[in-house]
């Protein structure tokens, strides 16, 4: 939205609040993910344009993302620590529901919250197979339809997506290498942040 850096004002605003009572923040939490999780379960049970729609929609995404920065924040409060698995749950339905490269804007945007809870709650959570899958479905793109992209995007107009401010891009971009090479670097910057969590533990070279 336009107005993200207002949204995000707002967001900081109650995270600031809702720190001073964090049962209260709780209990706030728990209710919002309790009507996501129900809207998640419907829309999974019955996947209409009108129910993805409504799901994969900034009043719910930005939500999420308010409460993942909540937890990050304040990763050592007993109740948001609770919240860490309802929360990864949903964000991890929403990623799985729809696999199509116009919403790859919307799933980099799943990882990278996911990706901050893992680094500051030190929660493990399997993220690896779902990056490399991504990587695989560009690569296969790459080289079935490399220099047969639709769409009149240049290589020059990777600069110009920034995926904070949007969960789906045109039909008119979605087959563009310009496009799939921006998905590419922002996938790189969130792989970074997943595995340098994991950098000095045994089980690294296993990830």
């Known amino acids: 939205p336009a107005n993200l850096h207002l949204i995000t004002f707002m967001s900081n605003c109650v995270i600031e609040i809702l720190r001073l009572d964090f049962l209260c923040a709780y209990q706030f939490m728990f209710v919002h993910l309790r ?6 379960r419907t829309t999974i049970g019955s996947k209409t344009k009108e129910n993805i729609a409504a799901l994969f929609s900034w009043s719910r995404i930005l939500p999420l ?3 993942t920065d909540m937890i990050v924040n304040h990763p050592d409060q ?4 609770e919240m860490i698995y309802p929360l990864t749950q949903i964000i991890m339905g929403i990623y799985g529901l729809i696999d199509s490269p116009k919403y790859y804007p919307l799933k980099l945007r799943c990882l990278e919250m996911m990706c901050l809870l893992v680094k500051h709650t030190g929660v493990f959570i399997p993220l690896g197979g779902h990056m490399i899958s991504i ?3 560009i690569n296969s793109k790459h080289n079935t339809r490399f220099g047969k992209f ?3 995007a240049s290589a020059s107009d990777a600069k110009k997506f920034d995926f904070r401010y949007t969960l789906k891009m045109s039909k008119n971009f979605v087959e563009t290498k310009s ?3 921006a998905v590419v670097m922002k996938l790189s910057d969130i792989i970074i942040i997943y595995f340098s969590s994991f950098s000095y533990s045994i ?3 296993d990830l």
């Open 35 to 40: 009507e996501c999780a129900v809207q998640l």
């Open 65 to 67: 993302q308010m409460w």
């Open 78 to 81: 007993p109740e948001m620590k």
């Open 135 to 137: 990587f695989e479905q």
């Open 150 to 152: 639709k769409g009149n």
């Open 179 to 181: 496009y799939l090479d």
């Open 203 to 205: 089980a690294f070279p």
